[in-house]
């Protein structure tokens, strides 16, 4: 019975195309297995796999993109720009918001042919409603003022819900 065993061995490594044991045959499939899975995964080898209509395309994982920041007052401190257009008239704001709630800069509006440039002062006030929203109070220093609730998109733009524009940041 002995020499069965032994005779059962010899011939497990002669059926073994490598000269290796199954076991260790098997995990070494098994591993290259999962090192081409990680790499069709990661996109490293294969973009598609198949023919016709049974095809299968691997894409990469798209990176998550970054939380907007939080709404806060140092948040929005900085110049922003506004540009704005409709049937009558075309326009842009740019706005240096400081830190002492002041702000100041310039408004431009052209309509049909002619344009005008204003400067403008005031005081700006800043109410958190929501984690990435925001109500602004502009009071001018001729006696306006104006209202408008923001949502975060990002670091550089935030949205007017009420009257839906977006303003991006701008370098100083």
Known sequence: MAGDSKK???SDKAGSKFGL??????????????????????????????????????TQPSPRPPEPPDAS????????????QNAV?????????????SFSGLEEAFQGDSGRRVDRTGKWEFARLA????????????GRQWNG????????????????YDAVRVPR
């Open 131 to 142: 984690k990435d929203r925001f109500r602004l109070i502009l009071k001018f220093s001729d």
């Open 89 to 101: 008239f075309r326009g842009a704001t740019f706005m240096d918001y400081f830190e002492d709630g």
């Open 149 to 164: 609730e923001f949502t975060i998109v990002n670091r550089d733009r935030i949205h007017n819900i009420n009257e839906n």
């Open 21 to 58: 044991p199954p076991t260790v045959q098997t995990i070494v499939m098994v591993g290259m297995l999962v090192l081409i899975a990680y790499q069709v995964y990661k996109g490293l080898m294969f973009q598609e796999i198949g023919f016709g209509p049974f095809t299968i395309k691997f």
């Open 8 to 10: 059962s061995r010899s």
């Open 73 to 84: 007052h140092e948040f929005f401190v900085g110049r922003w720009q506004v540009e704005q």
